[in-house]
C-alpha cells in the first residue's frame, strides 16, 4: 500500500485501496480464488437440466478424465483476464443517464 499525504504529516497517511486484482490475485489468495472458480463451474454444471446439461456434463467430465488439471490450469490462466474485466466494470463506471421522457 502507498500511503497519501505528506511523510510528515500522520493526519494525511491514508492508505490507498487495494485494487480487486491486487485482492484477487495476491500470492496467497488466488489458489482459493481459482479454486472456488473451479468449484462453481462443477456446481453449475450439476444444476444444468435437460439433454444440453446432459452434453455439457460429459463433456466435463471426458476433460476431467483425459487431461486431469486442465480446467484448473484454465480457470487460473484465465483468472486475471476475467478479474480485469470485472475490476472494468464494478462501482467506478459512471452509470448513464436515464433518458427523460418529459416534454417542454
Do not use: W
Not at 500511503?3 to 495476491?26: F, S, V
Not at 476475467?82 to 416534454?103: E, F, I, K, N
Amino acid at each position: 500500500m502507498v500511503p497519501l499525504g505528506n511523510p510528515g504529516n500522520k493526519e494525511n497517511d491514508i492508505p490507498m485501496a487495494a485494487t480487486l486484482r491486487e485482492i484477487l490475485l495476491a500470492p496467497h489468495v488466488e489458489p482459493a480464488v481459482g479454486e472456488e472458480c473451479c468449484q462453481l463451474i462443477g456446481q453449475e454444471l450439476a444444476d444444468k437440466p435437460g439433454g444440453s446439461g446432459t452434453a455439457l456434463k460429459l463433456a466435463y467430465k471426458t476433460v476431467n478424465t483425459f487431461m486431469p488439471g486442465h480446467i484448473e490450469f484454465m480457470v487460473r490462466d484465465l483468472l486475471p483476464d476475467m478479474v480485469d474485466q470485472l475490476d472494468r466494470s464494478g462501482p467506478t463506471s459512471a452509470p448513464r443517464a436515464a433518458p427523460s421522457s418529459a416534454t417542454t
